[in-house]
C-alpha cells in the first residue's frame, strides 16, 4: 500500500495536481526509503523532456489502456479521474485542456509501469534480461542534509554535498558502501563487515559509530571514531592498517588534482598520516560531529576552508578577494543564522567587507 501510494502521489506532483500536504507525504516516503531516490531522479527527468506532439484522441486511448494495464498491477490512481474517450472530430478547446493534461501523465506512468514490470517479474526473467543497475544512491544538494536507514537497518547522516551508494546485496551478502563528501554513520551490528570507501580510504567495522569527511578537492580525508572500533587502511600506503579507538580521528593527506596530471614513472610519496584525538567545544561538544545537531562549527580554521563549509552548508558560492584574509583564522559556531549573519558576526571580529548578490558572496579587505 505504501508503494502504491508513493505512486500515486508522484504522478499527482507531475501533474501539477497535488495540494502541499501531498507533497509533503511524497518526500516524506522518499526520504523513509531512500532507494525510491533514484525511480523519482529518472521520472522527473523523463516528464522535463518536450513532450511530443500527439492529437487528443491518441493522448486519451493511450492514457486509458495505460490506466487498465495498472489496474492488472494491482496500482489504482486516487483522485484521477480516467477521461471520458473523445468523439475522432472532436477539437482540442479549453473545456477539454484538464483532461487532455491528465492525459499526458500517460507518458511518465509508462515508465512507472516499466518498474512494476521489472519488479514483478525479475523473479521469472533471464538474468541477461533484467536492468543493469545494481546498486542505489542516495544524494543531498547544498544547503541540505538527510538521514537514511539502509536496509540492514544501520543509521546514516548525509552532510550537504555528499552522495552514498551500495550494492543491491546489501545487507544480505555484504554491507559495501562508497562515500563522497561526509556523513556520519551509526552501524548497526553484525557477522557481516560494514566497510566504507572514501577517495582511496577504505573503513571496516562490524558495529559502532563514526563520522567519515572526504570532500573532493579538499586537503584531507577524516575518520572520526565516536565508539566501537574501525580498522582503516589506505590504497597509498599498502600493508599498513590503522586502528581506531573512541575519541580519535585519523587524518590523510590528499594529493593535489595538478598532481594527479604531471604524474611521472616515479611512485608518489605516501601520503602523510596524522592520528589525533577529537576536537571539542568549551561546552563539551565534538566539534567533528556537531553538523550532524544541525551546527556549523570551525575552530582555528582558516578563512579558506571556513568558506567552503560555508559555501555548502548555504548553499552559496564566496569569493575571498584578499590573500591575506583567507588565511585568517576564525573561530565561530552557528545554528540558526542565515548566511548574512554569521558573516556579519564574523566581520565584527575580523574587520573585512563583504557583498552579496544572489547566491554569490565576494570578500574583500
Not at 565516536?226 to 587524518?251: A, Q, S
Amino acid at each position: 500500500m505504501t508503494e502504491n501510494r508513493y505512486w500515486n502521489l508522484l504522478a499527482k506532483k507531475l501533474a501539477r495536481d497535488a495540494t502541499s500536504e501531498e507533497l509533503q507525504e511524497l518526500e516524506a516516503l522518499i526520504k523513509a526509503h531512500p532507494e525510491w531516490n533514484y525511480s523519482t531522479e529518472i521520472i522527473e527527468n523523463v516528464w522535463k523532456l518536450k513532450a511530443k506532439e500527439t492529437s487528443s484522441y491518441d493522448t486519451e486511448i493511450a492514457f486509458e489502456l495505460h490506466v487498465e494495464k495498472l489496474k492488472k498491477n494491482g496500482i489504482t490512481l486516487e483522485g484521477i479521474e480516467t477521461p471520458a474517450p473523445l468523439p475522432l472530430a472532436e477539437t482540442f478547446n479549453s473545456g477539454n485542456r484538464k483532461k487532455i493534461f491528465y492525459g499526458l501523465v500517460f507518458s511518465v506512468l509508462s515508465v512507472l509501469f516499466i518498474f512494476l514490470l521489472v519488479r514483478n517479474d525479475s523473479a521469472s526473467q533471464p538474468a541477461s534480461l533484467l536492468p543493469q543497475k545494481t546498486f542505489s544512491e542516495v544524494s543531498t544538494r547544498y544547503g541540505s542534509k538527510t538521514k537514511l536507514v539502509l536496509p540492514d537497518s544501520s543509521v546514516v547522516w548525509l552532510n550537504a554535498g555528499s552522495r552514498l551508494t551500495y550494492n543491491e546485496q546489501f545487507g544480505t551478502s555484504n554491507r559495501s558502501t562508497t562515500l563522497t563528501g561526509e556523513a556520519y554513520f551509526d552501524v548497526k551490528k553484525s557477522t557481516i563487515p560494514f566497510t566504507i570507501s572514501a577517495n582511496g580510504l577504505h573503513i571496516k567495522v562490524l558495529g559502532t559509530a563514526f563520522n567519515v569527511k572526504s570532500y573532493p578537492n579538499e586537503k584531507t580525508t577524516e575518520t572520526s571514531l565516536i565508539r566501537g572500533r574501525v580498522e582503516v587502511t589506505h590504497d597509498k600506503r599498502p600493508g599498513e592498517v590503522f586502528i581506531l579507538k573512541p575519541n580519535e580521528k585519523l587524518v590523510i593527506a590528499n594529493e593535489p588534482a595538478e598532481e594527479e596530471e604531471t604524474e611521472t614513472a616515479v611512485e608518489k610519496a605516501e601520503p602523510k598520516v596524522l592520528l589525533a584525538a577529537l576536537t571539542h567545544t568549551i561546552d563539551n561538544a565534538i566539534i567533528e560531529t556537531s553538523w550532524v545537531n544541525n551546527k556549523l562549527v570551525f575552530q582555528d580554521e582558516s578563512f579558506e576552508e571556513v568558506a567552503k563549509k560555508m559555501e555548502r552548508w548555504y548553499d552559496v558560492h564566496i569569493d575571498i578577494k584578499d590573500e591575506k584574509i583567507a588565511q585568517l583564522h576564525l573561530n565561530g559556531t552557528f545554528e540558526n543564522e542565515t548566511v548574512k549573519q554569521a558573516l556579519a558576526a564574523l566581520q565584527i571580529a575580523f574587520g573585512f567587507n563583504f557583498t552579496i548578490n544572489g547566491n554569490n558572496i565576494t570578500i574583500t579587505h
